[in-house]
């Protein structure tokens, strides 16, 4: 066993965490929206783009790369 095995296999765990994490937080600003949101749109000219929960849906895509990559490896088998 390597020395830094251990840590790989913590961070691997929390890359796997981001994703759900950051869909959950956009659930739950959409639902309650808060002072928070407000202050991320300029006005009601905003962009469709502003706000905390299409940031956080963002965030959310952007970090699915590990999950995508543990559902390829359990579809193709591990590699050698």
Do not use: Q
């Amino acid at each position: 066993m390597s020395e830094g095995a251990p840590a790989r296999g913590a961070a691997g765990w929390l890359s796997l965490a981001a994703a759900p994490t950051f869909a959950v937080m956009a659930l739950l600003t959409a639902m309650g929206g808060g002072p928070s949101d407000m202050l991320c749109s300029a006005g009601p000219a905003a962009s469709p783009l502003t706000g905390m929960t299409t940031m956080y849906l963002l965030m959310s895509a952007f970090h699915l790369a590990p999950w995508l990559k543990l559902i390829s490896n359990r579809r193709t088998g591990p590699s050698t």
